[in-house]
C-alpha cells in the first residue's frame, strides 16, 4: 500500500514521510528516496537550490538510504520503500496554467484558485 502525502514546498512532507518510513521498517532496512533529475536541467537557477534541498534531505537520514535522480520509474523494486520527492513543485507548475484549481477532501471541493470568467 502507498501513501501520497500533499502539501506546499517545504510544508513539511518529506520530513513527515522520512519519518513514518522510518518508523514502519526494522533497523538498516533499504530505502530508496527517489527525487526527478529533470527539473534541475531546465533552470540553473534551480538546479543550484535543487542541490541544496538534496544536501539538507541527505543530512537528515540514515546512511543507508538510498538517493535516485531520475525522470522515470517511480518504484522499481515493490519490495524497497520508496519515497517519491518534488510532487508539490510539479502541483504548483500545473495549478499556474490551470484556469481553476480544486482541492477536495472528506467529499467536500474547495477552490484553491477560482475558475476565471
Known amino acids: 500500500m502507498g501513501t ?10 518529506s520530513r513527515w514521510a ?3 518510513i522510518a518508523d514502519s521498517l526494522t533497523p538498516g ?4 528516496y527517489r527525487v526527478p533529475a529533470l527539473v534541475a536541467e531546465s533552470d540553473p537557477a534551480w538546479a543550484q537550490e535543487w542541490a541544496q534541498r538534496v544536501a539538507k534531505h541527505h543530512e537528515r537520514r540514515p546512511g543507508h538510504w538510498s ?3 531520475t525522470d ?6 515493490p519490495d524497497t520503500a520508496t519515497l517519491v520527492d518534488e510532487l508539490g ?8 496554467v490551470c484556469d481553476q484549481v480544486v482541492l477536495v ?12 470568467t
Open 4 to 13: 501520497l502525502v500533499l502539501g506546499g514546498i517545504r510544508s513539511g512532507k
Open 18 to 20: 522520512e519519518h513514518t
Open 29 to 32: 532496512q533499504p530505502v530508496r
Open 67 to 69: 538517493t535516485v535522480e
Open 72 to 77: 522515470t520509474q517511480l518504484r522499481r523494486s
Open 89 to 96: 513543485s510539479l502541483n504548483q507548475r500545473i495549478a499556474a
Open 105 to 116: 477532501g472528506a467529499g467536500q471541493a474547495v477552490p484553491i484558485k477560482p475558475a476565471r
